[in-house]
């Protein structure tokens, strides 16, 4: 088992959760919401306004996200989704546990793998940082979902 962090289109009530959901793919287990404990830059960029967490630690914002528990089964799915390593990367980093699940006791901060973005056009270390995501927040920026493209 492995815990996964994430922060964009997988969270729950975004367009791409139900994969998580998806027994077929492997198990996954919401167990609480957290946020990055450095700072990251995480940006919508790219033609389908995809959010990404661009692969600087230190600049940007504490990103808030969600913890899964998944399988291996499930991650190697995830890695396929996320096109790891060629979109994103997967890498471990350290979570700060704002509200953990029902079972089990709460930890301060924990380490959990995240899909982040290690190459990307220059430009986009200058779009607007956000701390948290929604694929029909503010930022006026509609994800475009897979099934469209």
């Not at 790219?46 to 661009?54: A, D, S, V, Y």
């Not at 509200?99 to 006791?105: A, F």
């Not at 927040?137 to 509609?142: A, I, V």
Request: proline content about 8%.
């Amino acid at each position: 088992m492995a815990y996964v962090f994430v922060y964009g289109t997988l969270k729950r009530g975004q367009p791409n959760h139900k994969v998580l959901l998806d027994s077929a793919h492997g198990a996954a287990e919401f167990r609480g919401r957290g946020r990055t404990a450095e700072p990251y830059p995480l940006v919508i960029a790219g033609e389908h306004n995809i959010p990404r967490l661009l692969h600087l630690p230190g600049r940007g914002l504490r990103v808030a996200g969600e913890i899964y528990r998944v399988d291996e089964q499930m991650l190697r799915f995830l890695d396929d989704f996320e096109d790891c390593p060629r979109m994103y990367q997967r890498t471990a980093l350290q979570v700060e546990v704002l509200e953990w699940g029902d079972e089990g006791s709460p930890r301060e901060s924990m380490r959990c793998f995240v899909y982040s973005t290690a190459t990307h056009p220059p430009e986009w270390v200058q779009l607007p940082y956000h701390d948290t995501y929604d694929s029909e927040g503010p930022h006026g920026l509609r994800y475009n979902p897979r099934e469209n493209r």
